[in-house]
């Protein structure tokens, strides 16, 4: 029977899942309990197997034909050509399995890059692990942003709230509490004491013990198994779909024109039909969705390395369009190591040594050294900092890093400079009560029970419960009131007011990020919403916090210029903080180029639309705000890319090209709504990201021109020697071999060419571009027709002597021409003497094994046999190899010819 679970006290559910509601479960316990109920995941769809993979490949028409034509090769007494028919199609199936098994470990790898994670507490330690390795009777913890990892009973909340549409249809996110709920029966979207895997926490927090993973939760009990949605279909390779349909149609008739013709011609019936059936299958370059698809998997992979983690495949040709990315300051072009380095409390700036979350450090005013002990209001800021506050620091692998907000990080540093452990201070004064922050008041506060300050006035000191505030400082500043003195509270001029607002745009202009702290008493037994204390407060006071540029981040900026992308930098800071922030990066230097967020809510749609080009900082900018910038973006006709950290910043995400989450400081809702992750945070990452795109994109289309270009020639060799009335120049077994080596291992390795260097140099291409642009065709046809006249010519070289002997010389320099010929395609826009020659050693080892294959198949007399190749003499081969490697030199004049002629001319 199923239990009730959110019947039951916090106390009864700790009891039947025989676990401790502070400490957790013990590693022994979690141990049994993964035996039990195996890790939390749901079930996922089988992926498909070798099998079927395998006989996936004999689909194809033209594939079927080809072992019909080997059959009736065999029926007919031509074993060898049956033979190396069967042999050429197995192998190409045995290709294409390998690179779809590849393909699909690639995308597979990347689920585990970005699984999501759980705060848990297990024997009293919090520890930050992977989702699935959850068990019923974990104590967890939520907060706002979260995707929650399993289904739970909360045990005690501060102002939690839940969108569960994705289980109820619920579209109003649910508040959430702790007590037991009355009745043996309660439907899903009532039971406000339970949180459900799969929905979001977007407001406050909380803690849980997990009731039940994996398919026993609410999800995996209705859904019974969740298949991942199929992987979606890239526009390139929707447009080589397309054209690959259009060529197959063309094929299928210019071969069967050829079989006719040549039947008219004189040639015998069954070697017409094997070869017309071989050229058409050489002509359609079927390998290319599999090539295409490991190109774009490996690029993702290396991508991965490089700490961009792509999540959806359409995002990598995306990226090499953008044309605009708006980038959060803190974390992204910063070092997100938020250090205080300035204090205020209206009695001169306090500064503060010391770097990153680590405790040493200190105070001094003036060059003067300043005690915490002695100095009570400077212990009063940064205790109200302390307690103020959701983020934790612990040790990791050797350095501290913070969990949760890197800024409270930094108060929590700054507290510890003074003495102050956070463990020790919420022990005497704990948290009872909190309003969370939240985007709109811009404002945290929390309520605590005990001392505050040894020192305080008196009249402070008798009341035991106390309202601390933090958040914006201009926001503070007008909600307080009040100020502290060494006499007690004073009310708060208008005059000290100027001089307090002065001196925090003083702090800002100086590229510190600046937060207001208060307090104010309340009653023990209070009964008032808690908004309501969040005025008449009194001033604590400010600090000023930086976080240096990362190293690299200026550097990147510039070659986001040079490649023609602009640089939007969006963030919550004060204009002046960014401005300053954007100076030292080269990013902004001008008044001009800030708008603030109020400023952007009194402009229309059409005027931001008409503005946003030339603004270079968003600031105090909401996520409402982003989305408009997004839209406005959009609207010039550009291709944005965004990044973001925060619940709120999900709409902006999806709404821009290219969504891209913060990995360390995201929240679990911004990675699923993002297409990409950076799992570095750093803006670095973003523009290499952008020349890998690059780099894939034109890949692949050196890949697609190559293969191309040598089926062109092809086809010009049989159809040109059918017209002017001579033998076949290549017999059946001849063009599948060839196919088969042009095909695979060099198409693949340009694909991996390393990028050119000038690609960050040019400007994003157009996202209605062609892949076959008038210069390209041009192009592929030019050098279609040079192989097949460089075959034709050695064909007729040979028959000066014999048939066979042509057809070997046609043989030999249509497959070595076209391996030479792989090397113009390293660059569409340059000479290839420009290159590093072994820039890409898979190539040089690709074009090595095909060409020591082909002569193999051409000197081993038993190979020569079944390909009906003769020896050639001395002579012989000296015309092969000058005809090899004639495609060479002649593709360097041709690029320099287009580079003179038709320079404007996009490829």
């Known amino acids: 029977m199923k239990t009730k679970w959110h019947t039951l006290s916090a106390e009864e559910t700790a009891e039947l899942l025989e676990t401790d509601c502070a400490r957790g479960l013990t590693q022994l316990q979690v141990g049994e309990r993964r035996q039990q109920y195996g890790l939390n995941k749901l079930r996922e769809q089988k992926g498909t197997t070798v099998w079927v993979m395998l006989f996936s490949q004999f689909k194809e028409f033209l594939i079927l034909l080809l072992i019909a034509a080997a059959v009736i090769s065999l029926a007919i007494g031509e074993t060898a050509d049956a033979v190396v028919i069967l042999a050429v199609v197995l192998l190409n199936a045995v290709l294409g399995v390998i690179q779809e098994f590849k393909a699909e470990k690639s995308l597979a790898a990347l689920k585990t890059l970005s699984a999501p994670e759980a705060k848990v507490i297990r024997e009293g330690a919090l520890f930050e692990l992977p989702a699935c390795e959850l068990v019923p009777g974990d104590l967890i ?362 001196r925090n745009r003083e702090m800002a202009g100086a590229a510190l990020r600046v937060l207001g702290f208060a307090f104010r008493p309340m009653p023990p037994n209070n009964t008032l919403p808690l908004e309501q204390y969040e005025k008449e407060l009194v001033f604590a006071g400010f600090m000023g916090m930086n976080d240096p540029p990362r190293p690299g981040a200026k550097e990147a900026v510039k070659s986001c210029r ?144 190559f293969l191309l270009s040598c089926n062109i020639g092809e086809i010009v060799t049989i159809l040109a020697a059918i017209l002017l009335g001579w033998p076949l120049p290549l017999l059946p077994v001849q063009i599948l071999w060839i196919n088969l080596i042009t095909d695979t291992l060099p198409a693949l390795a340009l694909g991996v060419d390393p990028g050119e260097e000038e690609l960050m140099h040019r400007p994003p291409r157009s996202p209605g571009h062609s892949l076959f642009s008038p210069r390209a065709l041009r192009t592929l046809t030019v050098f279609g027709l040079l192989i097949g006249m460089l075959t034709l010519t050695a064909f007729f070289i040979g028959t000066g002597e014999s048939i066979e002997k042509g057809q070997t010389m046609a043989f030999a320099t249509l497959a070595l021409s076209q391996l030479v010929h792989v090397f113009n395609f390293r660059s569409l826009h340059r000479s290839v003497m420009g290159r590093r020659f072994f820039g890409n050693p898979l190539l040089l080892g690709a074009v090595f094994i095909s060409g020591a294959l082909q002569l193999a198949v051409l000197l081993i007399p038993a190979t020569a046999a079944i390909f009906h190749a003769v020896p050639l003499l001395a002579g012989e081969w000296l015309y092969v190899a000058l005809l090899s490697l004639a495609p060479l030199f002649f593709g360097e004049g041709w690029k320099l010819l287009e580079r003179r002629l038709f320079a404007t001319s996009p490829y």
């Open 141 to 502: 913890l939520v907060e706002a942003g979260d995707l929650v990892p399993a289904d739970g009973r909360l045990i005690d909340t501060a102002g939690l709230t839940a969108d569960e549409s994705a289980l109820t249809g619920e579209s109003v996110p649910v508040e959430k509490g702790a007590a037991p709920l009355p009745g043996e029966v309660s439907p899903l979207p009532e039971q406000k004491n339970s949180v459900h895997l799969g929905t979001i926490i977007t407001g406050g927090r909380g803690r849980v013990l997990v009731t039940a993973t994996g398919m026993n939760t609410e999800i995996g009990r209705i859904a019974g198994m969740i298949q991942e949605a199929p992987v979606e279909k890239t526009p390139l390779q929707k447009k080589l779909d397309h054209f690959g349909r259009r060529l197959g149609l063309l094929a299928i008739v210019l071969c069967a024109l050829i079989f006719a013709l040549g039947l008219l011609r004189g040639h015998e019936l069954l070697p017409m039909f094997l070869t017309a059936v071989s050229l058409a299958v050489a002509a359609i370059p079927e390998g290319l969705p599999a090539i295409i698809t490991i190109v774009l998997a490996l690029g993702v992979q290396r991508m991965a390395a490089q700490q961009a983690i792509i999540r959806k495949l359409p995002a990598v040709e995306t990226l090499g369009a953008a044309t605009v990315i708006c980038t959060d300051k803190t974390g992204t072009l910063t070092r997100n190591e938020m250090t205080v380095r300035q204090l205020d409390y209206g009695s001169g700036a306090i500064t503060v040594s010391g770097e990153g979350y680590g405790s040493a450090g200190g105070f001094s005013r003036g060059g003067r050294a300043v005690d915490p002990q002695q100095d009570r209001q400077l212990r009063l800021l940064l205790t109200i900092g302390l307690l103020n506050n959701n983020a934790r620091l612990i040790e990791e692998e050797g350095y501290t890093k913070v969990i949760g907000d890197p800024t409270e990080g930094a108060l929590i540093a700054a507290a510890a400079k003074a003495g102050l452990v956070q463990e020790q201070l919420a022990a005497a004064l704990p948290r009872i009560d909190e309003q969370p922050f939240d985007s709109e008041r811009k404002l945290m506060s929390t309520v605590h029970r005990g001392e505050l300050c040894p020192g305080l006035p008196a009249d402070l000191g008798e009341n035991r419960c106390w309202f601390l505030t933090k958040g914006a400082s201009d926001i503070v500043l007008e909600r307080c009131h009040y100020r502290l003195n060494s006499t007690g509270i004073e009310p708060l001029t208008a005059a000290e007011r100027a001089a307090l607002a002065a």
């Open 562 to 705: 040079e490649a023609g992308i602009a640089v939007k930098m969006i963030t919550g800071d004060h204009a002046e903080t960014a401005l300053a922030a954007a100076a030292a990066l080269e990013l902004a230097s001008k008044r001009e180029e800030v708008i603030t967020g109020r400023e952007i809510e009194q402009l229309s749609d059409e005027e931001l639309a008409g503005k946003v080009a030339g603004i270079r900082i968003f600031a105090r900018v909401t996520p409402e705000h982003k989305v408009r910038i997004v839209n406005a973006l959009q609207a010039n006709g550009e291709i944005a890319a965004m990044t973001g950290d925060g619940v709120n910043d999900a709409p902006a995400l999806k709404r821009a090209d290219i969504g891209s989450a913060m990995g360390r400081s995201g929240t679990a809702v911004a990675k699923e709504a993002a297409e990409m992750i950076l799992a570095d945070d750093n803006f670095t990452t973003i523009v290499r990201a952008v020349e890998e795109g690059r780099a894939i994109y034109e890949n692949i289309r050196k890949a697609v021109f």
